[in-house]
C-alpha cells in the first residue's frame, strides 16, 4: 500500500527529452512512493517507452530532475541498475538457454551468491508450476509462462522498483489476470512497480495512473477519482476523452 | 505498370538509403582494383641480402658491388660465422645469404673456377626462384663480361615480346577476375539477402498478398541489383583503362553483352539462393562460402587452373566464373570476336537457362 | 569477476547450442585447407613451348633440346611457319613461342651475333615474369657453353673463367607452394572467427533486442565486453590447434618453431581482431552492414598482407600502410615461427606492437560501446 508520508523512491520534475526538435516527453512530473503500483498509461508513440527508458538508465533525459531509488538519473545510472528490475517490450529471456540457466544467469549478474540463486530458483520454479520444465529452452516455452517467468527473473534480485513495459501484450486475458496477481504479491512485498500498458482495464488495477497524451501527462491521480472527475464510467472513457481533442480521427474505442 | 514502377522505386530507395552497404559495394571494386594493380606482384625489389665473404678479395667485391648496384637487392648484413646464416634468415630481414668460398680471387686465376653458394629463405618458394635467378644471372654476366676481355664474344641475344600486355602489369590478369567476383558479390550475394530479408521479416508474404504478380515481385527486387552491377562494371573497365592501362582490344559492345549475360546468371543464382535460405544470415553464408569463395579460388582469377590437381579442375569446370574470365580476357586482352568464344558463351546461356528454370520451379512450389 | 564467469557461462551455452556454429568451427578449416592448399598453388610447371626454328641447324637444335631438357617448359608444338604458332598463343594453347630465324647458326659464326625471338604470352605478367627469366637463363647457360667450346683454349693464352653457382633453398626445399600457403590459411582461420563471427554475434543481439536488457543491469561495459569476446578467443585458438593438425597431417607443413610462442602470438593477435569487430558492430547498425563492412576491412587487408605474395615485394606505401594492418603481422609471424623457427628474441618487436595495438582497438571500441544512449 502507498504511504505518502513516507519519500518518493521516484521523482521527476519537468523532465524533458528531445529527438532533434521532436519533443518526446514535454516537462514530464511526478512522484512514485514505495510500494506503490504505478499505471503509466498513453497510446503508442505519446512518449511511454521514453520515459521508462531514461528512469531505467538506458537513455540521457535532456533536462530536468530526476531522482530514482535515491540516484541521479544523468550521473548515477550504474547504481540505479543495481537497485531495479525491468522486464522491456520485446523480450526478456534468452530463448536458447533453459528456465534455470536464464534464472541463473540474471541471479549471478545481480550479484546473488550460487546458494541464494539455488534455493530462491528452486521456490520461483515451484511457484510457477515449472518443475517439468527447469531444463526447457524458453523457445519452447507458450508465451504466456515466459511472460511471467520474465517477471519474476526481473524481481530475482528483489529490487527496490520493477519496470514493466507492456508486460501483458499479446497475451490471454487468464494469463493476464495471474500475472497481475503476480504483480500485487510483488508490491506487497515492498517492490515498487511501474507499469506501461495500453490495456485500459489493467489501469483499474493500480493504486495510480497516469496518462499521457503526445508527450504530456494529461492526467495523474488514482483511478476512482479520474473515473469521477472526468464523469465517466470507466479509465479507457477518461482515456478517449483526453485524448480526443489531440487526435481528432482516432476510432472510438 | 504503375504498381511495378512503384515497388521498383521502393527497392531503389532501400538501398540507397543504407549508405554503408552502398559505401561498401561502391568501394570494394575500386580497392581491389587498386590493390591488386599497384600492391601484389612478383618484382623482385629491396630484396635483404647478406654476404658470407670467406675470402676478402678483389674480385669478390666486385661482385658484391654487381650484384648490390643492380637495384633489386638490399644488404642487410656481413655475415661472418656459419651459425649467423641461421639467425639472419630467423630474423626475416634476409631472404638470401651469397657465401664466397675462402680464397675466391686465387681459385679463379689459377683453377680457372671458383664456387658461390647462395643460400635462400625459400619460404616463399617463387620468391626464392626468382631472386637466385637473378642472382645467379648476374654473377654469369660478371663471368661474360669479363671473359670477353680476353676472348672474342659470342653473343645470343635474346629478343622479348611481351605479347597483349607489355608492362607485365598484373592488372591485366586481375581485372576480369575482379569483374566476375564484383558481379557476384552484388548480383547474386546482395539479391539472395534482400529477398531472404523480406521472408525473414515476413513482409514477403505481404507482397505476395498484394497484386503485384509474383514474378513482378521477383523482378522488382532483381533489377535495382542489376543496374547497380552495371555500374561498377563500368568502373572497373574505367579503372583498369585509366590507370593501369587495360584495354578493351576487341569489340565493347561485346563484352558489355557478354557482361549483361554473367550478371542475369548472377541474379538468378541469386534468386536460386534466396529460395533455399530462410534467413538473412544463412543466405549471406551460402552465397560466401558456397559462390564467393570458388570464384575466387576455382575460376582461374589469382590461382592457374592447370596447376590444380584433376579432381580440383572437375570442379572448376562447374563454375560460371571460369567460363567469364576466360570470354573476359579473350575479348579485352586478345581482341577475338565471337568466333573464338561462341562455345563459352553458350555454356553461360546454358548455366543462366538452368538456373532460372529451378529457381521458377522452386518459387511455383513455394506459393501453392 | 563473478559477474563475468556468469556471463561467458552463458556465452559459451549460446554458441554452442547455435546450430550453426560448431559446423562452421569445425568444417570450414577442413574446406579451407583441402581445397584452398590444393588449388592455390602460384606454383610454374610446365610452360607450353611452341617451336619456330627457321635455321635448323645443329646450334639451334642444341639449343631447343636444352629447353625440352628443362622441367619448367614442355615443348607442345614444332612448326617451320609463324602463322600456326600465332593462332596457337591466341587459343591458349602455347605460353610462349620461340623463333629461332633463318641464318641463326651462319650470322653466329660469323658476326659473333644472332637473336633468338620470344613471344611471351604476357596476361599473366608474373608467369611471363618468371617464364621469361628461365628462358633467359637456360639461353644465356648455353651461350656460355658456346663460348667455351668455340673458343679454342689451347689458341689463346688466358683461360676462361667460370664460377660455379650452387644453390640451397633452405626451409623448403622442395619450393613447395603448399608451405608458404598453410600457415597463411591458419592466419585467415583464426582472423575470420576473431572478427566475423565475435561482431556478428554482437549485432545479433542488437538486432533481436536482447542488447537492452543487459544494458539496463548493473554489468559493466568491460565485464560484458570481455564476456562477449572470450569465447570467441578460445574457439579461435582452437581452430588454429585444429588448422595446425589437419596441416600436419594432410599436407606435413613443418613445425620449426615453439608452438606456446605460437599460440600467445596467436591470442595477443586476437585482441586486435576482436578489438576491431567489436568496434564495427558497435558502429554498424544491421547484421547486414556489420558484416559488409567487416568483410571488405578483412578483404583489404588480407590482401594486403601478404596472403598470396610476400609482403616485401609490396611498394613502398603498401609497406607503411601495413603497418596498422593487424593481419600483415600475424602472417609473418606465423610464418615466421612455423617455417623458420624463429624464436621470442627474433619476433619480440611485432609481438609488442601487435599488443599495444590490441589494447588500443580493445580501449576504443569499449569506449565507443555505450550503455545508455
Not at chain 1, 122 to 129: N, P, R, S, V, Y
Not at chain 2, 32 to 55: C, H, K
Not at chain 3, 47 to 70: C, H, K
Not at chain 3, 218 to 225: E, L, S
Request: charged share 15%.
Amino acid at each position: 500500500m502507498i504511504n505518502t508520508a513516507r519519500e518518493p523512491i521516484i521523482r521527476v520534475r519537468n523532465m524533458v527529452k528531445k529527438f532533434g526538435a521532436f519533443v518526446a516527453n514535454d516537462r514530464l512530473s511526478f512522484e512514485i512512493f514505495p510500494g506503490e503500483i504505478f499505471g503509466f498509461l498513453g497510446a503508442n508513440g505519446a512518449g511511454k517507452t521514453t520515459a521508462i527508458r531514461i528512469l531505467c538508465g538506458l537513455s540521457k533525459p535532456t533536462s530536468g530532475e530526476i531522482k530514482v531509488a535515491g540516484f541521479d538519473a544523468y550521473h548515477q545510472t550504474e547504481q540505479i541498475k543495481h537497485n531495479i528490475g525491468y522486464m522491456s517490450q520485446k523480450f526478456s529471456l534468452y530463448e536458447d538457454l533453459t528456465v534455470y540457466e536464464n534464472i541463473r544467469f540474471y541471479g549471478g549478474i545481480y550479484g546473488l551468491t550460487l546458494s541464494e540463486i539455488r534455493s530462491r530458483s528452486a521456490e520461483l520454479i515451484d511457484q510457477l508450476g515449472l518443475q517439468d520444465f527447469r531444463n526447457v529452452l524458453i523457445k519452447s516455452l507458450p508465451l504466456g509462462w515466459k511472460q511471467k517467468l520474465a517477471f519474476s527473473v526481473a524481481i530475482f534480485h528483489r529490487p527496490k522498483i520493477v519496470f514493466l513495459d507492456e508486460p501483458t501484450s499479446g497475451v490471454d486475458p487468464i494469463t493476464r489476470r495471474q500475472f497481475w496477481s503476480m504483480i500485487y504479491a510483488a508490491a506487497h512485498d515492498g517492490i515498487t512497480v511501474f507499469v506501461t500498458t495500453h490495456y485500459m482495464d489493467e489501469a483499474e488495477y493500480c493504486d495510480r495512473v497516469s496518462i499521457m497524451v503526445d508527450g504530456r501527462i494529461a492526467a495523474l491521480d488514482t483511478p476512482e477519482s479520474l473515473i469521477r472527475s472526468f464523469q465517466v464510467k470507466n479509465i479507457n472513457d477518461v482515456f478517449i476523452k483526453l485524448a480526443r481533442p489531440a487526435a481528432p480521427n482516432e476510432v472510438n474505442q | 505498370m504503375n504498381r511495378f514502377a512503384g515497388f521498383v522505386r521502393k527497392e531503389f530507395f532501400h538501398i540507397f538509403r543504407d549508405k554503408r552497404t552502398l559505401l561498401i559495394l561502391f568501394g570494394l571494386p575500386i580497392a581491389q582494383m587498386l590493390i591488386f594493380g599497384f600492391v601484389i606482384s612478383n618484382e623482385v625489389r629491396d630484396v635483404g641480402i647478406a654476404f658470407y665473404d670467406q675470402s676478402h678479395d678483389a674480385v669478390t667485391r666486385k661482385i658484391s658491388d654487381k650484384i648490390v648496384s643492380s637495384g633489386y637487392f638490399l644488404p642487410e648484413f656481413n655475415i661472418q660465422s656459419p651459425d649467423e646464416i641461421e639467425k639472419a634468415f630467423r630474423s626475416g630481414k634476409v631472404r638470401e645469404v651469397i657465401v664466397f668460398e675462402p680464397e675466391f680471387g686465387k681459385k679463379l686465376e689459377r683453377l680457372g673456377t671458383a664456387n658461390v653458394q647462395l643460400i635462400l629463405d625459400a619460404t616463399d618458394a617463387n620468391l626464392a626462384n626468382l631472386v637466385s635467378n637473378y642472382t645467379t644471372g648476374i654473377i654469369q654476366d660478371f663471368v661474360t663480361k669479363s671473359n670477353q676481355t680476353t676472348q672474342r664474344p659470342i653473343q645470343i641475344v635474346p629478343e622479348v615480346r611481351m605479347l597483349y600486355n607489355e608492362n607485365l602489369e598484373s592488372a591485366f590478369l586481375f581485372v576480369p577476375g575482379i569483374m566476375a567476383l564484383i558481379m557476384v558479390l552484388v548480383s547474386a550475394m546482395m539479391t539472395s539477402i534482400s529477398i531472404a530479408r523480406e521472408k525473414e521479416m515476413g513482409t514477403m508474404e505481404v507482397l505476395l498478398i498484394s497484386p503485384l504478380k509474383p514474378m513482378q515481385i521477383i523482378i522488382g527486387k532483381v533489377v535495382p541489383y542489376a543496374v547497380l552491377s552495371c555500374v561498377n562494371v563500368i568502373t572497373i573497365l574505367a579503372l583498369g583503362y585509366f590507370v593501369f592501362g587495360v584495354p578493351v582490344q576487341g569489340s565493347l559492345a561485346l563484352l558489355l553483352a557478354e557482361c549483361l549475360l554473367y550478371i542475369l546468371l548472377a541474379l538468378s543464382l541469386g534468386i536460386l539462393i534466396s529460395s533455399v535460405a530462410n534467413s538473412q544470415l544463412i543466405a549471406m553464408l551460402i552465397s560466401a562460402v558456397g559462390l564467393m569463395l570458388p570464384t575466387i579460388l576455382l575460376s582461374g582469377f589469382i590461382f592457374p587452373i592447370e596447376n590444380m590437381p584433376k579432381i580440383l579442375q572437375w570442379i572448376c569446370q562447374i563454375m560460371p566464373a571460369k567460363w567469364f574470365i576466360i570470354i573476359i580476357k579473350d575479348i579485352m586482352l586478345k581482341g577475338v570476336g565471337l568466333g573464338y568464344v561462341w562455345k563459352e558463351t553458350l555454356v553461360l546461356i546454358g548455366m543462366t537457362g538452368l538456373f532460372l528454370l529451378i529457381s521458377l520451379k522452386k518459387f511455383k512450389i513455394r506459393l501453392e | 569477476m563473478r559477474t563475468i564467469l556468469f556471463l561467458l557461462q552463458k556465452e559459451f551455452l549460446q554458441v554452442f547450442r547455435n546450430r550453426m556454429m560448431l559446423p562452421i568451427i569445425f568444417v570450414m578449416p577442413l574446406i579451407q585447407m583441402i581445397i584452398l592448399v590444393n588449388a592455390a598453388t602460384m606454383e610454374m610447371k610446365n610452360l607450353n613451348l611452341f617451336i619456330v626454328d627457321q635455321d635448323l641447324s645443329s646450334t639451334s637444335r642444341q639449343l631447343v633440346d636444352r629447353f625440352a631438357a628443362s622441367p619448367f617448359f614442355r615443348i607442345s608444338g614444332r612448326s617451320f611457319a609463324m602463322d600456326e604458332a600465332e593462332s596457337g598463343l591466341k587459343r591458349g594453347q602455347c605460353d610462349i613461342i620461340i623463333h629461332v630465324p633463318a641464318n641463326f647458326e651462319k650470322r653466329l659464326v660469323r658476326e659473333n651475333r644472332a637473336e633468338v625471338q620470344f613471344l611471351i604470352n604476357a596476361i599473366n605478367g608474373t608467369v611471363a615474369g618468371i617464364g621469361y627469366a628461365y628462358a633467359a637463363s637456360i639461353t644465356a647457360g648455353y651461350n656460355r657453353d658456346i663460348l667455351l667450346k668455340w673458343n679454342n683454349p689451347t689458341a689463346a693464352m688466358t683461360p676462361i673463367k667460370s664460377i660455379g653457382v650452387r644453390t640451397s633453398f633452405w626451409y623448403n626445399p622442395e619450393l613447395n607452394y603448399k608451405v608458404f600457403m598453410v600457415p597463411a590459411i591458419l592466419a585467415v582461420l583464426v582472423t575470420v572467427i576473431g572478427a566475423f563471427l565475435s561482431g556478428l554475434n554482437i549485432v545479433r543481439e542488437k538486432e533481436i533486442g536482447t542488447i537492452e536488457q543487459i544494458n539496463v543491469t548493473p554489468i559493466r561495459k568491460y565485464q560484458f565486453i570481455i564476456g562477449k569476446l572470450t569465447p570467441f578467443l578460445i574457439l579461435a585458438l582452437v581452430e588454429l590447434g585444429v588448422g595446425l593438425t589437419l596441416g600436419k597431417l594432410l599436407f606435413d607443413i613443418p613445425i620449426n618453431g615453439s608452438l606456446v610462442l605460437l599460440f600467445s602470438t596467436a591470442a595477443i593477435y586476437l585482441l586486435v581482431v576482436l578489438g576491431m569487430g567489436l568496434l564495427v558492430s558497435s558502429l554498424a547498425g544491421t547484421q547486414q552492414q556489420a558484416m559488409f563492412i567487416n568483410f571488405f576491412l578483412m578483404i583489404v587487408m588480407m590482401m594486403m598482407s601478404g596472403l598470396f605474395t610476400s609482403a616485401e615485394s609490396m611498394p613502398d606505401w603498401a609497406q607503411t600502410a601495413n603497418i596498422f594492418n593487424p593481419i600483415a603481422y600475424f602472417m609473418r609471424l606465423v610464418r615466421m615461427i612455423l617455417l623458420k623457427g624463429s624464436g621470442l628474441a627474433d619476433i619480440y618487436r611485432d609481438v609488442v606492437s601487435l599488443f599495444i595495438f590490441g589494447i588500443a582497438m580493445l580501449s576504443l571500441a569499449t569506449w565507443c560501446y555505450r550503455k545508455t544512449t
